[in-house]
Protein backbone atom coordinates (compact mmCIF):
# COMPACT_ATOMS: atom_id res chain seq x y z
CA UNK A 1 0.00 0.00 0.00
CA UNK A 2 1.46 3.22 -1.17
CA UNK A 3 0.97 6.03 1.40
CA UNK A 4 1.59 10.01 0.07
CA UNK A 5 1.73 12.79 2.28
CA UNK A 6 1.95 16.34 1.60
CA UNK A 7 3.45 19.39 3.57
CA UNK A 8 5.00 22.47 2.30
CA UNK A 9 1.52 24.47 1.84
CA UNK A 10 0.77 28.24 3.28
CA UNK A 11 -0.50 31.74 2.86
CA UNK A 12 1.57 33.63 0.37
CA UNK A 13 1.49 37.08 -1.58
CA UNK A 14 1.49 37.68 -5.03
CA UNK A 15 4.43 36.72 -6.52
CA UNK A 16 5.89 34.78 -3.96
CA UNK A 17 7.44 31.50 -4.17
CA UNK A 18 6.57 28.05 -2.46
CA UNK A 19 7.81 24.55 -2.57
CA UNK A 20 6.04 21.59 -1.88
CA UNK A 21 6.54 17.90 -1.24
CA UNK A 22 5.35 15.00 -0.92
CA UNK A 23 6.85 12.24 1.10
CA UNK A 24 5.96 8.30 -0.29
CA UNK A 25 6.16 5.01 1.47
CA UNK A 26 5.01 1.74 0.41
CA UNK A 27 6.25 -0.11 -2.36
CA UNK A 28 9.21 0.90 -4.62
CA UNK A 29 9.24 4.86 -5.30
CA UNK A 30 11.37 4.85 -7.98
CA UNK A 31 8.83 2.87 -10.48
CA UNK A 32 6.12 5.38 -9.82
CA UNK A 33 4.65 8.31 -11.88
CA UNK A 34 4.19 11.13 -9.72
CA UNK A 35 1.71 13.36 -10.16
CA UNK A 36 0.35 16.75 -8.81
CA UNK A 37 -3.04 18.07 -9.01
CA UNK A 38 -5.25 20.75 -6.84
CA UNK A 39 -8.53 21.56 -6.38
CA UNK A 40 -9.95 24.85 -5.74
CA UNK A 41 -13.14 25.61 -4.00
CA UNK A 42 -16.38 24.70 -6.18
CA UNK A 43 -14.13 23.14 -9.01
CA UNK A 44 -12.78 20.19 -10.11
CA UNK A 45 -9.52 18.89 -9.72
CA UNK A 46 -7.26 19.85 -12.08
CA UNK A 47 -3.92 18.09 -13.04
CA UNK A 48 -1.03 20.62 -12.62
CA UNK A 49 2.50 18.63 -13.23
CA UNK A 50 3.54 15.26 -13.69
CA UNK A 51 6.78 13.80 -13.56
CA UNK A 52 7.92 10.14 -15.09
CA UNK A 53 8.96 6.95 -13.47
CA UNK A 54 12.94 7.82 -13.78
CA UNK A 55 12.19 11.69 -13.46
CA UNK A 56 13.61 12.56 -17.45
CA UNK A 57 10.42 13.98 -18.26
CA UNK A 58 8.18 16.12 -17.05
CA UNK A 59 4.39 17.69 -17.95
CA UNK A 60 2.55 20.96 -16.99
CA UNK A 61 -1.03 22.53 -17.70
CA UNK A 62 -0.70 25.78 -19.52
CA UNK A 63 -1.93 27.86 -16.83
CA UNK A 64 1.89 27.13 -14.42
CA UNK A 65 4.26 26.42 -17.54
CA UNK A 66 7.01 28.75 -17.11
CA UNK A 67 6.14 29.03 -13.53
CA UNK A 68 5.73 25.55 -11.49
CA UNK A 69 8.88 22.77 -11.67
CA UNK A 70 8.37 19.59 -10.77
CA UNK A 71 11.21 17.53 -9.67
CA UNK A 72 11.36 13.73 -8.34
CA UNK A 73 14.27 12.72 -5.81
CA UNK A 74 14.08 8.86 -5.51
CA UNK A 75 16.76 8.54 -2.94
CA UNK A 76 14.53 10.68 -0.58
CA UNK A 77 11.23 9.22 -2.03
CA UNK A 78 10.05 13.02 -2.39
CA UNK A 79 8.18 14.58 -5.37
CA UNK A 80 9.25 18.32 -5.11
CA UNK A 81 6.31 20.97 -7.14
CA UNK A 82 8.87 24.79 -6.91
CA UNK A 83 6.33 27.23 -7.37
CA UNK A 84 7.32 30.75 -8.38
CA UNK A 85 5.12 34.17 -9.31
CA UNK A 86 2.02 32.75 -7.60
CA UNK A 87 -1.30 33.66 -8.89
CA UNK A 88 -4.18 34.45 -7.20
CA UNK A 89 -5.59 31.76 -9.23
CA UNK A 90 -3.16 29.14 -7.87
CA UNK A 91 -5.28 29.07 -4.74
CA UNK A 92 -6.06 25.42 -4.12
CA UNK A 93 -5.76 22.30 -2.05
CA UNK A 94 -2.63 20.99 -3.65
CA UNK A 95 -2.80 16.98 -4.17
CA UNK A 96 0.04 14.56 -4.96
CA UNK A 97 -0.61 10.90 -6.43
CA UNK A 98 1.32 8.25 -7.80
CA UNK A 99 0.48 5.49 -10.55
CA UNK A 100 1.68 3.02 -7.85
CA UNK A 101 2.67 0.55 -10.38
CA UNK A 102 4.67 -2.31 -9.41
CA UNK A 103 6.72 -2.29 -12.74
CA UNK A 104 8.43 1.39 -14.10
CA UNK A 105 5.96 2.37 -17.03
CA UNK A 106 5.83 4.88 -19.14
CA UNK A 107 2.78 6.06 -20.79
CA UNK A 108 2.03 8.18 -23.58
CA UNK A 109 2.11 12.12 -23.30
CA UNK A 110 -1.52 12.68 -22.58
CA UNK A 111 -2.13 9.76 -19.94
CA UNK A 112 -0.06 12.12 -17.61
CA UNK A 113 -2.66 14.60 -17.77
CA UNK A 114 -5.48 12.23 -16.89
CA UNK A 115 -6.27 11.97 -12.75
CA UNK A 116 -7.77 8.51 -13.43
CA UNK A 117 -3.94 7.37 -14.10
CA UNK A 118 -3.02 7.90 -10.31
CA UNK A 119 -4.19 5.24 -7.92
CA UNK A 120 -3.00 6.58 -4.65
CA UNK A 121 -3.69 9.96 -3.39
CA UNK A 122 -2.28 12.06 -0.53
CA UNK A 123 -4.72 14.24 2.24
CA UNK A 124 -3.79 17.58 0.34
CA UNK A 125 -1.84 20.89 1.23
CA UNK A 126 -3.76 24.59 1.01
CA UNK A 127 -2.35 26.96 -1.05
CA UNK A 128 -3.72 30.67 -0.47
CA UNK A 129 -2.50 33.45 -2.80
CA UNK A 130 -3.29 36.39 -1.76
CA UNK A 131 -2.91 40.52 -3.39
Known amino acids: QVQLAESGGGSVQTGDSLRLSCAASGGTFSNYVMGWFRQAPGKEREFVAA????????YYADSVKGRFIISKDNAKNTVYLQMNSLKAEDTAVYYC????????????????????????WGQGTQVTVSS
Open 97 to 120: GADGRVRATTYTANQYFRRGLYKY
Open 51 to 58: VSWSGEYT
